[in-house]
């Protein structure tokens, strides 16, 4: 079964700052998502990649297949990005999720 | 965003008693899944369907059961609740198992 390990747990950031998030994952795969939960709240899809970058809006997702690494970036960060961002891989039909990373961005 | 509704959004229910929770999409997507989030734990994988009557186990599906009827309906029991199955539960779909997945809003349950 694929490994999936999210870093930092915790992040705590001032509004306005470039913001990392790293996952990484122990068995080659097909694709790899970024979801975004709020407190309480959904969970929304934010990427699905499988090589190379995306963008969308502030959010960067990049994946390095060969080092089975990913990162989400978040540029000029806001409170409203407080929310806790999972990593997940595709598993044959089916998905393994990270543990996440609680991001809160202060005003 | 994906049309797919979970309800109910709140239960509690009392140990022993049965609980079924409705997954209902308007996609049309071949998979839908079963998740339920607990603190440290993260998603975790019960039941899953890939058709209609076709559905497979997942890494906690003890105590539950489920079933799809419809290509849009995926039920979620807990036959005799307990409470270590206290949690959060999450629908999702996704068109081909290895595409894009879609979650509802989630179910609270709480069984005292």
């Known amino acids: 079964k694929n490994e999936v390990e999210q870093s930092p747990q915790n992040l705590t950031a001032q509004e306005g700052e470039f913001i990392t998030i790293n996952c990484s994952y122990s068995v080659g795969i097909s694709a790899l998502h970024w979801l975004q939960q709020h407190p309480g709240g959904g969970i929304v899809s934010l990427f699905m990649l499988s090589s190379g970058k995306k963008k969308h809006g502030r959010l960067i997702a990049t994946i390095n297949i060969q080092e089975k690494h990913s990162s989400l970036h978040i540029t000029a960060s806001h409170p409203r990005d407080s929310a806790v961002y999972i990593c997940a891989v595709n598993e044959g039909q089916n998905f393994v999720f990270g543990p996440g990373t609680r991001l809160s961005v202060l005003p | 965003d994906a049309g797919i509704t979970q309800s109910p959004r709140h239960k509690v229910t009392e140990t022993g008693t049965p609980v079924t929770l409705r997954c209902h999409q308007t996609?049309?997507?071949?998979?839908m899944y079963w998740y339920r989030q607990d603190p440290g734990h993260g998603l975790r994988l019960i039941h899953y369907s890939y058709g209609v009557k076709d559905t497979d186990k997942g890494e906690v599906s003890d105590g539950y059961s489920v079933s799809r009827s419809k290509t849009e309906d995926f039920l979620l029991t807990l036959e005799s609740a307990t409470s270590s199955q206290t949690s959060v539960y999450f629908c999702?779909?996704?068109?081909?198992?290895?595409?894009?997945?879609?979650f509802g809003q989630g179910t609270r349950l709480t069984v005292v």
């Open positions: 996609e049309n997507h071949r998979y």
């Open positions: 999702a779909i996704s068109e081909k198992g290895w595409t894009e997945a879609f």
